[in-house]
Protein backbone atom coordinates (compact mmCIF):
# COMPACT_ATOMS: atom_id res chain seq x y z
CA UNK A 1 0.00 0.00 0.00
CA UNK A 2 0.77 3.84 -0.33
CA UNK A 3 3.31 4.93 1.86
CA UNK A 4 3.24 8.44 3.84
CA UNK A 5 6.07 9.73 6.41
CA UNK A 6 6.10 12.70 8.92
CA UNK A 7 9.03 14.28 10.03
CA UNK A 8 9.74 14.51 12.86
CA UNK A 9 7.86 12.13 15.08
CA UNK A 10 7.93 13.98 18.11
CA UNK A 11 9.65 17.55 18.81
CA UNK A 12 10.16 19.61 21.84
CA UNK A 13 10.21 23.27 21.69
CA UNK A 14 10.14 26.82 23.66
CA UNK A 15 7.07 28.92 23.33
CA UNK A 16 7.76 31.86 20.64
CA UNK A 17 9.67 29.69 18.69
CA UNK A 18 8.79 28.13 14.93
CA UNK A 19 8.51 24.60 14.44
CA UNK A 20 8.08 22.87 10.31
CA UNK A 21 6.45 19.25 10.11
CA UNK A 22 7.21 17.50 6.84
CA UNK A 23 5.00 15.05 5.22
CA UNK A 24 5.90 13.06 2.00
CA UNK A 25 4.21 10.05 0.03
CA UNK A 26 6.82 8.12 -0.83
CA UNK A 27 5.88 5.85 -3.63
CA UNK A 28 2.52 7.82 -5.32
CA UNK A 29 2.26 11.66 -6.45
CA UNK A 30 0.08 13.57 -3.77
CA UNK A 31 -2.44 15.98 -5.45
CA UNK A 32 -3.87 16.61 -2.25
CA UNK A 33 -2.84 16.52 1.24
CA UNK A 34 -4.70 17.21 4.65
CA UNK A 35 -3.34 18.60 7.91
CA UNK A 36 -5.46 17.40 10.80
CA UNK A 37 -4.87 17.89 15.03
CA UNK A 38 -6.03 15.31 17.31
CA UNK A 39 -6.07 16.31 21.36
CA UNK A 40 -5.86 13.26 23.89
CA UNK A 41 -8.79 11.11 23.49
CA UNK A 42 -10.50 13.09 20.80
CA UNK A 43 -11.01 12.52 17.54
CA UNK A 44 -8.95 13.72 14.43
CA UNK A 45 -9.53 17.77 13.35
CA UNK A 46 -9.09 18.37 9.57
CA UNK A 47 -7.10 21.91 10.11
CA UNK A 48 -6.36 22.14 6.36
CA UNK A 49 -6.60 20.58 2.54
CA UNK A 50 -3.46 21.42 0.29
CA UNK A 51 -3.55 20.77 -3.38
CA UNK A 52 0.08 20.96 -5.06
CA UNK A 53 1.03 24.07 -6.35
CA UNK A 54 -1.82 26.16 -4.52
CA UNK A 55 -2.56 27.87 -1.30
CA UNK A 56 -4.33 25.75 1.38
CA UNK A 57 -7.75 25.61 1.92
CA UNK A 58 -8.38 26.35 6.10
CA UNK A 59 -11.26 24.43 8.53
CA UNK A 60 -12.91 27.28 9.69
CA UNK A 61 -11.42 28.40 13.18
CA UNK A 62 -8.00 27.49 11.72
CA UNK A 63 -5.87 30.82 11.61
CA UNK A 64 -3.76 30.50 8.31
CA UNK A 65 -0.80 32.92 9.79
CA UNK A 66 -0.42 30.49 12.94
CA UNK A 67 -0.25 27.10 10.70
CA UNK A 68 1.57 27.87 7.63
CA UNK A 69 1.05 25.29 4.63
CA UNK A 70 3.44 24.46 1.88
CA UNK A 71 2.65 22.14 -0.89
CA UNK A 72 5.37 22.66 -3.09
CA UNK A 73 5.79 19.41 -4.63
CA UNK A 74 3.59 16.47 -6.03
CA UNK A 75 5.51 14.09 -2.53
CA UNK A 76 5.74 16.82 0.11
CA UNK A 77 3.86 19.00 1.81
CA UNK A 78 5.18 20.96 5.14
CA UNK A 79 3.13 22.60 8.36
CA UNK A 80 4.92 25.62 10.31
CA UNK A 81 3.84 26.17 13.52
CA UNK A 82 4.88 30.27 13.81
CA UNK A 83 5.52 31.32 17.52
CA UNK A 84 4.27 28.18 18.83
CA UNK A 85 3.02 28.39 22.46
CA UNK A 86 1.97 25.57 24.69
CA UNK A 87 -1.71 25.65 23.79
CA UNK A 88 -0.64 24.15 19.89
CA UNK A 89 0.59 21.37 22.00
CA UNK A 90 -0.95 18.08 20.52
CA UNK A 91 -0.11 15.34 17.72
CA UNK A 92 -0.31 15.95 14.18
CA UNK A 93 -1.26 13.91 11.31
CA UNK A 94 -0.71 14.38 7.65
CA UNK A 95 -2.51 12.38 5.29
CA UNK A 96 -2.37 12.50 1.26
CA UNK A 97 -4.14 11.32 -1.66
CA UNK A 98 -3.45 10.89 -5.45
CA UNK A 99 -6.41 12.41 -7.55
CA UNK A 100 -9.75 10.82 -5.33
CA UNK A 101 -8.38 7.51 -3.96
CA UNK A 102 -8.26 6.87 -0.56
CA UNK A 103 -6.76 9.10 2.03
CA UNK A 104 -3.10 7.63 3.08
CA UNK A 105 -2.04 8.68 6.82
CA UNK A 106 0.89 9.27 7.92
CA UNK A 107 2.10 8.18 11.44
CA UNK A 108 1.66 11.53 13.35
CA UNK A 109 3.96 14.45 14.72
CA UNK A 110 3.81 14.56 18.66
CA UNK A 111 4.46 18.62 19.37
CA UNK A 112 5.06 19.42 23.34
CA UNK A 113 5.84 23.31 23.61
CA UNK A 114 7.07 24.46 26.60
CA UNK B 1 -22.19 20.66 9.80
CA UNK B 2 -21.45 17.16 9.68
CA UNK B 3 -20.77 15.18 12.56
CA UNK B 4 -19.73 11.87 13.76
CA UNK B 5 -20.87 9.82 17.14
CA UNK B 6 -19.32 6.54 18.39
CA UNK B 7 -21.03 5.54 20.98
CA UNK B 8 -18.67 3.37 22.86
CA UNK B 9 -15.18 4.98 24.17
CA UNK B 10 -13.89 1.60 25.77
CA UNK B 11 -14.21 -1.86 24.76
CA UNK B 12 -12.84 -4.79 26.48
CA UNK B 13 -13.66 -8.18 25.09
CA UNK B 14 -12.06 -11.61 25.29
CA UNK B 15 -10.92 -13.75 22.67
CA UNK B 16 -13.34 -15.27 20.13
CA UNK B 17 -15.95 -12.82 21.27
CA UNK B 18 -18.42 -10.90 19.01
CA UNK B 19 -17.68 -7.06 18.12
CA UNK B 20 -20.05 -4.57 17.56
CA UNK B 21 -18.80 -0.75 16.92
CA UNK B 22 -21.37 2.04 16.59
CA UNK B 23 -21.32 4.53 14.57
CA UNK B 24 -23.91 7.60 13.58
CA UNK B 25 -23.78 10.44 11.54
CA UNK B 26 -25.76 13.43 11.04
CA UNK B 27 -26.20 14.57 8.14
CA UNK B 28 -28.61 12.58 5.62
CA UNK B 29 -27.50 13.20 1.79
CA UNK B 30 -25.15 11.53 0.09
CA UNK B 31 -22.42 10.04 2.18
CA UNK B 32 -19.42 7.98 1.92
CA UNK B 33 -18.47 6.20 5.21
CA UNK B 34 -14.74 4.62 6.39
CA UNK B 35 -14.04 2.73 9.50
CA UNK B 36 -10.23 3.69 9.99
CA UNK B 37 -8.25 0.96 12.79
CA UNK B 38 -5.19 2.68 14.65
CA UNK B 39 -2.85 -0.33 16.22
CA UNK B 40 -0.10 0.58 19.18
CA UNK B 41 2.43 3.07 17.72
CA UNK B 42 1.21 2.86 14.00
CA UNK B 43 -0.33 4.95 11.78
CA UNK B 44 -4.10 4.83 10.62
CA UNK B 45 -4.95 2.49 8.29
CA UNK B 46 -8.17 1.93 6.08
CA UNK B 47 -10.41 -0.81 7.54
CA UNK B 48 -13.28 -0.55 4.59
CA UNK B 49 -15.26 2.07 3.04
CA UNK B 50 -18.62 2.54 1.46
CA UNK B 51 -19.54 4.52 -1.66
CA UNK B 52 -22.54 2.96 -3.18
CA UNK B 53 -24.08 -0.51 -3.61
CA UNK B 54 -24.27 -3.51 -0.98
CA UNK B 55 -24.67 -1.45 2.25
CA UNK B 56 -22.93 -4.81 3.63
CA UNK B 57 -19.38 -4.08 3.12
CA UNK B 58 -16.78 -6.65 3.78
CA UNK B 59 -13.44 -5.39 4.69
CA UNK B 60 -9.83 -6.55 5.61
CA UNK B 61 -9.23 -8.58 8.75
CA UNK B 62 -12.70 -10.32 8.91
CA UNK B 63 -14.58 -7.23 9.58
CA UNK B 64 -17.69 -5.78 8.00
CA UNK B 65 -20.14 -2.73 8.43
CA UNK B 66 -23.58 -2.30 7.68
CA UNK B 67 -24.59 1.26 6.35
CA UNK B 68 -28.42 1.82 7.44
CA UNK B 69 -29.42 4.90 5.38
CA UNK B 70 -32.87 5.29 7.34
CA UNK B 71 -30.56 5.35 10.68
CA UNK B 72 -27.59 7.16 9.75
CA UNK B 73 -25.63 4.40 11.40
CA UNK B 74 -22.52 2.36 10.04
CA UNK B 75 -21.85 -0.36 12.56
CA UNK B 76 -18.78 -2.43 12.35
CA UNK B 77 -19.05 -5.89 13.83
CA UNK B 78 -16.60 -8.88 13.70
CA UNK B 79 -17.53 -12.39 14.83
CA UNK B 80 -14.72 -13.53 16.77
CA UNK B 81 -12.03 -10.75 17.97
CA UNK B 82 -8.33 -11.67 18.47
CA UNK B 83 -6.07 -10.25 20.44
CA UNK B 84 -4.16 -8.70 17.76
CA UNK B 85 -7.36 -6.50 17.03
CA UNK B 86 -6.60 -4.67 20.17
CA UNK B 87 -6.40 -0.69 18.46
CA UNK B 88 -8.57 2.40 18.41
CA UNK B 89 -10.88 2.05 16.02
CA UNK B 90 -12.36 5.13 14.07
CA UNK B 91 -15.47 6.11 11.90
CA UNK B 92 -15.36 8.53 9.45
CA UNK B 93 -17.75 10.41 7.08
CA UNK B 94 -16.89 11.79 3.90
CA UNK B 95 -19.91 14.16 2.96
CA UNK B 96 -22.31 15.86 2.38
CA UNK B 97 -21.78 14.91 -1.22
CA UNK B 98 -18.52 13.38 -1.02
CA UNK B 99 -15.67 16.30 -1.71
CA UNK B 100 -12.31 16.21 0.34
CA UNK B 101 -13.60 16.81 4.03
CA UNK B 102 -13.38 13.39 6.59
CA UNK B 103 -14.82 14.04 9.50
CA UNK B 104 -14.03 11.60 12.11
CA UNK B 105 -15.85 9.78 15.32
CA UNK B 106 -13.84 10.24 18.76
CA UNK B 107 -12.67 6.77 18.67
CA UNK B 108 -12.85 3.41 20.28
CA UNK B 109 -10.31 1.89 22.25
CA UNK B 110 -10.75 -2.17 22.01
CA UNK B 111 -8.89 -4.48 24.01
CA UNK B 112 -8.63 -7.86 23.68
CA UNK B 113 -8.00 -9.96 26.42
CA UNK B 114 -6.58 -13.64 26.35
Known amino acids: GAVVSQHPSWVICKSGTSVKIECRSLDFQATTMFWYRQFPKQSLMLMATSNEGSKATYEQGVEKDKFLINHASLTLSTLTVTSAHPEDSSFYICSARENYNEQFFGPGTRLTVL | ?114
Not at chain 2, 77 to 98: H, I, L, M
Request: proline share 4%.
Open chain 2, 1 to 114: AQSVSQHNHHVILSEAASLELGCNYSYGGTVNLFWYVQYPGQHLQLLLKYFSGDPLVKGIKGFEAEFIKSKFSFNLRKPSVQWSDTAEYFCAVNGPGGGNKLTFGTGTQLKVEL
